[in-house]
């Protein structure tokens, strides 16, 4: 099996497709269709609801590519697809200027204030709750496959646990010995640079006021490129720049329609063909022009604010922490029957497929009985910051 671009793009299409289906269909539902009226008419950034669905699927793309490359070589690694490389990267960092951008918008309206403890708890209610299933899905299915025999001192297994219910800002460790515990779900390294993120706005927000922004701003800058190994950083600094350029009146009347569609598109090819590693100052810059352009109105001619788009934006908290468990699963499901290495590329593509059913499927759950339950209403309207990342 081999997965050359073309074949990525029609797996993109197909998998897309998909988990458009299955949106439309449950917007047939009282409660999610309420949902979605209420974004429609409430004050919001409504492209960036629609954008956040696309990133979670690119995610989900990007990972069922490496997948076929792990049972191909065993590597989990970025493949040598530089279309793929990118759309998981380039996801990963619209994400992180999605969080910047929306709470550092809440610091330019509270003229540098931010109420810090209720910003904590609405934070830990909205992540904390759908972070504990994920990583608790993680924890069950590494003990499952060590058939819950404890093999390692069990002060060690408790450390283990812990790690991974802490964002793994501690480390992530295999669970009770197995080795393939952070193959189960890959996506949680990104959710620590958020929380970073988070502990860092109140005390930032303090610096910035009495026009130190660009002072800070500066700083940032200089900061990341000397001390960052992975850069990311670069991303949460264009998030808050484009909290700022949207506040224009000239810039937001000028940046829908057709001229500012192209654009971002034009922006994002060039990323995907000069910058795919994505993270970097250059990568950064180029997807910073799109990102400042949907929030401040530009729907890509109207896809970033369907409906089936809306919904997938609801769910692509869940999205994004349930994919790569579901992909191990099923991928270890088919490989017991037949070896995934030896699938045609269409054959392939019907697993991948399966795959965004079931995820998009169990988000659906998940969001209704585990995400909205702990929101309160204002976070409901601004629960487009939540994301996830590759």
């Not at 990267?89 to 999605?98: A, E, L, P, T």
């Not at 910058?275 to 950064?284: E, I, R």
């Not at 990102?291 to 809306?310: D, E, I, Y």
Request: charge should be positive; include cysteine; hydrophobic fraction near 55%.
């Amino acid at each position: 099996m081999q997965i050359g671009g073309l074949h990525l793009l029609l797996g993109a299409a197909f998998l897309t497709t998909v988990a458009f289906i299955v949106s439309a269909v449950v917007d047939h539902s009282k409660f999610f269709r309420l949902a979605i009226e209420r974004e429609l008419s409430s004050n919001r950034f409504h492209a960036i609801d629609g954008l956040r669905g696309c990133l979670a699927l690119g995610v989900l793309l990007h990972h069922v590519v490496i997948n076929a490359q792990l049972y191909q070589i065993g590597s989990w690694a970025l493949t040598p697809s530089r279309l793929n490389t990118f759309i998981g990267r380039g996801s990963v960092g619209f994400f992180f200027m999605i969080t910047a951008f929306l709470f550092w918008g809440r610091v330019i309206e509270g003229h540098g204030h931010i109420d810090t403890i209720r910003f904590y708890a609405s934070r830990i209610r909205r992540l904390v709750p759908m972070y504990l299933v994920s990583a608790g899905l993680l924890i069950v299915t590494a003990l499952a496959f060590t058939h819950f025999r404890i093999v390692v001192p069990i002060g060690d297994l408790a450390s283990q646990i812990v790690s991974w219910l802490l964002f793994t800002i501690p480390g992530t460790p295999e669970i009770n010995g197995f080795n393939q515990t952070r193959l189960i779900n890959t996506v949680f390294w990104s959710l620590a640079y958020e929380w970073k993120y988070y502990i860092l706005l109140p005390f930032v927000a303090a610096l910035a006021v009495k026009g130190r922004a660009l002072v800070l701003a500066i700083g940032g800058s200089i900061a990341i490129a000397l001390f960052s190994p992975a850069q990311v950083e670069w991303f949460f600094l264009g998030g808050c720049i484009a909290a700022y350029a949207v506040r224009s009146h000239v810039f937001r009347s000028r940046a829908p329609g057709a001229v500012g569609s192209f654009v971002a598109l034009g922006c994002i090819a060039t990323t995907a063909l000069y910058q795919p590693m994505t993270y970097t100052l250059m990568g950064a810059v180029l997807l910073f022009v799109p990102f400042v352009l949907f929030a401040a109105g530009n729907t890509l001619f109207g896809a970033l604010t369907c409906r089936p788009a809306r919904l997938l934006g609801l769910l692509s908290y869940s999205i994004y922490l349930l994919h790569n468990w579901v992909l191990y699963l099923v991928s270890r499901c088919v490989n017991h029957f037949t070896a995934v290495a030896d699938l045609t590329p269409a054959q392939y593509w019907v697993v991948g497929s399966v795959v965004a059913l079931v995820t998009v499927a169990l988000s659906v759950v998940t969001y209704r009985f585990v995400e909205y339950p702990t929101m309160q209403p204002q976070e409901v309207e601004i629960c487009s910051s939540d994301n996830g990342p590759a």
